[in-house]
């Protein structure tokens, strides 16, 4: 007997497939710019730094950097914190752990994110009744074949209907979502910035997520080519930091 694969019958939705092929290309240009062959380091520190200030604000939290460096927000240095861990050598950390053990990243995403937020006996800890949930969503991480954009998707808005932690969840799913999009294959540097778009749309992106929980076949994969159609715009933000880098 063979094992069906959760995500089967979304990828096979209408227009789904042809929007995860859309990111992924999109993504592929990215990382065949020329600025980003060599010093894509440098570029994805700049996207990292892009992704959390719009991931803070989509949390009603501060979107600028005071010019004293000093962060007072505490919802900005919450999604700082994590942007820094998913840049450089911690990003092979947090992709490895993710790998194996999906729950224990996003424990560890959440007491980066809600330092600031939640009492300290309360960082990485789900609520009880978010567990069930987790579990399943971690065997969907660890054994859907679905195209990397559904997966990413998926993690997302599942992690933003469930709010497992109580705090901080909405930078938690957005940052899942990117470590989904690393360790996939599908923006390995993690040089996108669909955090930008989702931003700029915050009406729809909400509206898109309350029809992901919902749970209504036609708009989880609303939501999913919604994501999508981010992940190609994420693509084009990446390509403006690398048109400027190589001025």
Known sequence: ??????????????????????AR???????????????????AMAASVRAARSSAALDDGAIELPADGLIVDPVLA??????????????????????????????????????????????????????PRLDLLAQVVLGSSAPAPVLAAVVHGELLAL??????????????ARLVSVASGLDPHSLGVPE????????????????????????????VIACCAAFAAGAREGASIADAAAK
């Not at 109580?166 to 799913?173: E, I, L, P, R």
């Not at 989702?198 to 929980?213: I, M, Q, S, T, V």
């Open 196 to 223: 930008v778009s989702w931003l700029r749309r915050r009406p729809d992106y909400r509206a898109a997520a309350d029809g992901f929980a919902s749970g209504r076949p036609d708009a989880v994969a609303a939501w």
């Open 163 to 176: 709010r497992p932690f109580g705090s901080a969840d909405g930078v938690v799913a957005r940052a899942a």
């Open 78 to 131: 919450g999604a700082l914190r994590v942007g820094q861990a998913l840049t450089a050598e911690s990003l092979a950390a947090m992709v490895g752990v993710w790998q194996r053990a999906p729950l224990q990243a996003l424990a560890k995403l959440h007491l980066l994110a809600a330092a600031d937020l939640a009492p300290a006996d309360r960082l990485g800890r789900p609520g009880g009744y978010a567990g």
């Open 1 to 22: 007997m063979t094992n069906v694969d959760p995500l089967g019958p979304l990828v096979a939705w209408p227009g789904v497939r042809a929007a995860a092929d859309e």
């Open 25 to 43: 290309d999109a993504l592929t240009q990215l990382h065949r710019h020329p600025a980003n062959r060599r010093g894509w380091s440098t570029n």
